[in-house]
C-alpha cells in the first residue's frame, strides 16, 4: 500500500497515511518520508502502539541514532529511547522530567547536533501537555533583506548548561550538569542561517534553549538582536501546536524547526514520552 501525506496545518506539520511501522519500508518509502520531513518539518504516525525495540528499529531506517548526554533518562536496557517522563515509580522519576518546556532544537548544543527526533506517546493528561513546532524556514524568509544579509555572515553559540542555568535553575529534579557532563557539552558555533541539505531551503537556526549569543559579538550587542529573532520565530502563524493522543509518533526536523513542550497540565497526572534520536551532521 502506498503512503499518502496530509498537511495538518497552515504553517508546518503533516500526517504521514499509510506507513508501516514495523516491518521495513522499502528504499523509496524511507525517500519520500525524508523528503516529506524537510519539506513539513514535523510528521505525525497514528496508531504507533509499537514497542520500544519496534521503535528503534523503525527510527534507524532514516539514519544512525544517538544515546543521550545525560546518561541517567535512558529506557533500560536501551540507551537509544531517551524517556521524557513525570512519572515516579519508588520515587525515582522514570525519565528526564520538564523536558523540553522552552523553544530549542534538540542537541543543537553539540557539533553536530540532531537530524530529527521521534517521540512516541506513551501516556497522556486528558488535556494540556500540548507540543508546539515553529516553522524556522518560515522565519528566515519573512526577515528583511538588509535583516538576511547580516545574519548570513554570523555564528551562534550553543551552550547547553545555557538550559540548566536558566529554565532548570529552581528545579531540584534537575540538578546542574556534572563536570564530565559539562566536559562532553563545551559551547559549539553553528551559522545562524542554515541549509537544508535536503530541501536546500534556508533556516533561522537559534533557539532560546541553548543559543547565548553570537560569535564575536558582545552580550549586549547580541542579545537585543536573539530577543528579536526569537519573538519573531514564534509568531503564531509560524506555528503547529499537536494535541497528543497515546500512541501518535511525532518525527519532526530539528534542522528546520524548534519546539516547545507545554507545561500547562496537571502534573500529578502521568505525562510519559520516548524518544529516539537521529544523529546528525554538521550544519552548514
Ligand atoms: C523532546 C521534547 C517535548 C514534549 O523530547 O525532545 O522536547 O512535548 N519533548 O515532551
Ligand atoms: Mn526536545
Known amino acids: 500500500m502506498g503512503m499518502s501525506i496530509r498537511r495538518l496545518a497552515a504553517a508546518c506539520g503533516a500526517e504521514v497515511i499509510g506507513a508501516d511501522l514495523v516491518r521495513p519500508l522499502d528504499a523509496a518509502a524511507v525517500q519520500q518520508i525524508h523528503r516529506a520531513l ?3 518539518g514535523v510528521l505525525l504516525f497514528r496508531d504507533a502502539g509499537i514497542t520500544p525495540e519496534q521503535h528503534i528499529a523503525f527510527s534507524r531506517q532514516f539514519g544512525p541514532l544517538e544515546a543521550h548526554v545525560v546518561g541517567e ?5 536501551h540507551p537509544e529511547v531517551f524517556v ?3 512519572v515516579r515509580e519508588e520515587g525515582r522519576l522514570k525519565g528526564a522530567v520538564y523536558a523540553g518546556q522552552y523553544w530549542h532544537s534538540d542537541l543543537s548544543y553539540m557539533s553536530k547536533p540532531s537530524l530529527g527526533s521521534l517521540l512516541l506517546c506513551r501516556e497522556m493528561p486528558e488535556v ?4 508546539m513546532w515553529a516553522n524556522m ?3 528566515y524568509e519573512t526577515l528583511s533583506g538588509p535583516m538576511k ?3 548570513g555572515g554570523l555564528k551562534a553559540v550553543h551552550d547547553y548548561s545555557h538550559a540548566y542555568d536558566t529554565y532548570f535553575a529552581a528545579l531540584k529534579e534537575r540538578p546542574p550538569l556534572t563536570p564530565e557532563q559539562k566536559a562532553k557539552t563545551p559551547p559549539v558555533e553553528h551559522p545562524v542561517i542554515r541549509t537544508h541539505p535536503v530541501t536546500g531551503k534556508k533556516a533561522l537556526y537559534v533557539n532560546p534553549g541553548f543559543t547565548t549569543g553570537f560569535a564575536g559579538m558582545p552580550e549586549e550587542e ?11 520565530a514564534t509568531r503564531p502563524e509560524f506555528i503547529y501546536r499537536h494535541k497528543w493522543s497515546v500512541d501518535d509518533l511525532l518525527f519532526w526536523d530539528n534542522r528546520c524547526t524548534m519546539h516547545y513542550a507545554l507545561a500547562d497540565y496537571d502534573f500529578t497526572v502521568r505525562r510519559h514520552m520516548h524518544r529516539t534520536t537521529l544523529a546528525g551532521d554538521e550544519p552548514f
Open 38 to 40: 524537510g519539506e513539513h
Open 73 to 77: 533518562f535512558h529506557l533500560a536496557g
Open 84 to 86: 521524557v517522563s513525570n
Open 128 to 131: 494540556g501537555g500540548d507540543t
Open 137 to 139: 524556514y518560515l522565519a
Open 149 to 151: 544579509r547580516f545574519l
Open 222 to 232: 547580541s542579545r537585543p538582536i536573539l530577543d528579536f529573532l526569537f519573538r519573531h
